[in-house]
Each structure stands twice: as structure tokens, then as C-alpha cells.
């Protein structure tokens, strides 16, 4: 099993680093919540072990950041808040379990390879469909009605957004930190402007609109 620790103290850090790999598995780490993030976005893990109070980035920005993103990897939170306010904050920011400090290493690396095991038994997504549009992560292809549609590399990841997402309404600040992954002016056109490009493959020459503009809020991806 491949893990990925987030912890700022380079201490505890480091016991579980070594701890995990006397247990015959492997373990890289983190020491703030940026380069947690860079790391779990781009590796293949198979759980994070993520600290909820980081530098730079806190643990359940890290989450809520990449279940934004679509990954599906099971988080484990570590922290010294332990109330049940606290647990359900964590929960609902997309943490899989919850374990308070102090905590036993026995108890840890259960709980790890618990949700390594219910990991193993997901069907992850990876064609998403609305209406007659569909989108192959795998094969990176996109088509509608039977006909393919070529798309930018940044038109595709957000339309991927869009479609992940269907039916719910996305905000332009959603689009900014999940599609860009940079905090933009909010006043920019540059959303406006990769819109109006998407839209105009996916819905020139078909009868009925998928992208929706809702005013004052964002945009939908929906089959009317």
C-alpha cells in the first residue's frame, strides 16, 4: 500500500513514515497543505493521512480540494480537535474517517488498511454522460450524438467539471480554483471566454442546449 502523509511536524512525520514501513508498506510525505495537495493530485496512493492544521493550506481545504478535482482516494484526518462538531466538519469536507490525537499506531494503521480494502471494492467513474454528450476520462474523447468533439486540453477539463457536476449550479469561483487552480480576479473574462468556446463545439449544430448561463450564479451542465 502507497500513503501519502501530510503533517507539518516533521517528528510525528517521521515516526509514521517509518512506522508504516516496518508494516511492509510505502510512504511519502508532506510537510504543508500546498504541497500536500500537488502531491496527492498528481501521485498514485492509495489512502492520504492528512494533519487537519497545516501551513499554507489546512487539511480539509486539501480534501474538499481534491474531491473537487474527482479524486476519490480515502482520506484519513489527523487532528487534536476532537469534538463531534469537529469529526462531522471533517466528514462532510470529504475526510473518509477521523482520528484524534493522541492516537495509537495499531489503531491508525487499521483504520488505514480498512479504507485501502472498502477503496478496492469502488467502481470509479470515468465516463460521464448528459443527454446525448459524453465524456471519456480514460480515452480523453468527448461526443455527442454519436459524433466526436475535439477539444483544448482546458476545454476539456472544464467541461469535465461541468459534467461531474451536472445538474448542480457551478459558481465562477468554483471554476477558478478547480479548473485553473489559481484564485483569479473574480472580474476576469477568462471563464467567459472558454464558455462561449465550449459551448460552441457542444452545441453548434445540435438542437438542444446542454451549457446553461444562470443568471447571478454560474452555469449548469443539464439535458433539458
Known amino acids: 500500500m502507497k500513503i501519502l502523509i501530510i503533517e507539518d511536524d516533521r517528528e510525528a512525520a517521521s515516526f509514521l513514515k517509518k512506522a508504516f ?3 511492509g508498506h510505502t510512504a511519502d510525505v508532506a510537510m504543508d497543505g500546498e504541497t500536500g495537495f500537488a502531491m496527492a493530485d498528481g501521485g498514485s496512493y492509495d489512502v492520504f493521512v492528512i494533519d487537519r492544521m497545516l501551513p499554507r493550506r489546512d487539511g480539509l481545504s486539501v480534501i ?4 473537487a478535482k474527482g ?3 480515502p482520506a ?3 487532528s487534536a480537535l476532537g469534538e463531534v ?3 462531522v466538519t471533517g466528514l462532510r469536507a470529504g475526510g473518509d474517517d477521523y482520528l484524534t490525537k493522541p492516537y495509537a499506531f495499531s489503531e491508525l494503521l487499521a483504520r488505514v488498511e480498512v479504507l485501502k480494502r472498502r477503496a478496492g471494492s469502488r467502481e470509479v467513474e470515468t465516463v ?3 443527454g446525448d454528450l459524453e465524456l471519456d476520462r480514460l480515452s480523453h474523447t468527448v461526443r455527442r450524438g454519436g459524433q466526436d468533439i475535439v477539444l483544448q486540453p482546458r476545454e476539456f477539463r472544464l467541461l469535465e ?6 445538474g448542480q449550479v457551478v459558481t465562477r469561483t468554483m471554476l477558478l480554483e478547480n479548473v485553473w487552480d489559481y484564485h483569479f480576479d473574480p472580474q476576469t473574462n477568462v471563464i467567459d471566454v472558454h464558455i462561449s468556446r465550449l459551448r460552441g463545439k457542444i452545441e ?3 438542437d438542444k442546449p446542454v451549457l446553461h448561463t444562470v443568471r447571478g450564479a454560474g452555469y449548469m451542465i443539464r439535458a433539458d
Open 64 to 67: 474538499a480540494g481534491l474531491r
Open 204 to 206: 453548434k449544430g445540435f
Open 21 to 23: 514501513s516496518e508494516a
Open 128 to 130: 460521464y454522460r448528459v
Open 76 to 78: 484519513l484526518i489527523l
Open 71 to 73: 479524486n476519490t482516494v
Open 85 to 87: 462538531d469537529d469529526r
Open 161 to 166: 467539471y461541468l459534467m461531474r457536476h451536472a
